[in-house]
């Protein structure tokens, strides 16, 4: 069975600080996708940053960028500078392709001023 | 370009009715997702059209479930017999085939 993990349900740090998300999975599928999404209380479901198994360079996005250990099957995101926008459940998500996302339970941060 | 829409946004039902939760894909998108989240969890998958067609429906629950998309573009979830346990917010995506999916901002459904 495929299986996402977020052992943090909250996390809390100050506007400016660094922080880290962490997110295991579990598969036997070599070729796979990783996803760290974002969900504000509006509900809608955002893309923050996206890795291919295959691609051993660690995938960034303005303030956002992943550590993707595959041999370890972790792939945690880390948001540099934080803002109070960045306020929200950040959920990751697998997939094997152009199928089902498989989401790990969330993890809450707030952005404290 | 227009997002990934959903109607209602909202809906509040009795046990036992009939409700239908549309989805509006991204214009182009051959894929389509229907995802459940229940309160405080991650979403849960439903069932993935490609096209026309439902390529994986393992995610629906029972036979209450049921979503159809004739042309290949809006999407219709289908709940018979509604249950409370049913409440949760129902979220649709699309995407190009292997492509990141793209949500939309979910129903809420509510079964008194």
């Known amino acids: 069975a495929q299986t996402v993990t977020q052992s943090q349900p909250e996390m809390s740090v100050q506007e400016a600080e660094t922080v880290t998300l962490s997110c295991t999975y579990d598969?036997?599928?070599?070729?796979?996708?990783l996803f760290w999404y974002k969900q504000p209380p509006s509900r809608q479901m955002i893309l923050v940053i996206r890795q291919e198994a295959y691609k051993q360079q660690n995938a960034t996005e303005n303030r956002f960028s992943v550590n993707f250990q595959k041999a370890a099957k972790s792939f945690s995101l880390k948001i540099s500078d934080s803002q109070l926008g960045d306020t929200a459940m950040y959920f990751c998500a697998f997939s094997p392709g152009s199928q089902k996302l498989v989401f790990g339970q969330g993890t809450r941060l707030t952005i404290n001023p | 370009g227009a997002g990934v829409s959903q109607t209602p946004s909202n809906k509040v039902t009795e046990k036992g009715k009939y409700v239908e939760l549309r989805c509006d894909p991204i214009?182009?998108?051959?894929?389509l997702y229907w995802y459940r989240q229940s309160l405080g969890q991650g979403p849960e998958f439903l069932i993935y059209f490609q096209g026309t067609g439902a390529a994986d429906d393992s995610g629906l629950p029972n036979d209450r479930f049921f979503a159809v998309r004739p042309e290949g573009s809006v999407s219709t979830l289908k709940i018979q017999r509604t249950e409370r346990g049913d409440s949760a917010v129902y979220l649709c995506a699309s995407s190009f085939p292997t492509d990141t999916q793209y949500f939309g901002p979910g129903t809420r459904l509510t079964v008194l």
């Open positions: 598969t036997s599928e070599s070729n796979y996708y």
């Open positions: 214009s182009g998108h051959t894929a």
